[in-house]
């Protein structure tokens, strides 16, 4: 096994029907990014992945300890960041 085998990534499960299957026979869409297409994209927070992967929104709280909402699929979950 070489060093780009092993930094490879060999399977994706998805659980978004509430049962775990591999990503190639799920249906469900799935959008995986890795660090190289983040940083291309200029991706540097939660709030930029909006921009790039589709059905993902995320609202910032209004001050500095206020939670992120962060939906997929429109389904929120509130997120704390910070201490």
Do not use: H, K, W
Not at 42 to 66: F, K, Y
């Amino acid at each position: 096994m070489t060093s780009a085998d092993a930094s490879t990534l060999q399977e994706v499960v998805v659980t978004a029907r509430r049962r775990s299957e591999i990503c190639r026979t799920c249906r469900s869409r799935v959008t995986a990014l890795n660090a190289e297409q983040l940083q291309t994209q200029n991706v540097q927070s939660l709030t930029d992945v909006t921009a790039v992967a589709p059905n993902i929104e995320v609202n910032a709280g209004a001050r500095p300890a206020a939670p992120l909402t962060l939906y997929i699929r429109g389904v929120a979950r509130a997120i704390r960041c910070g201490f």
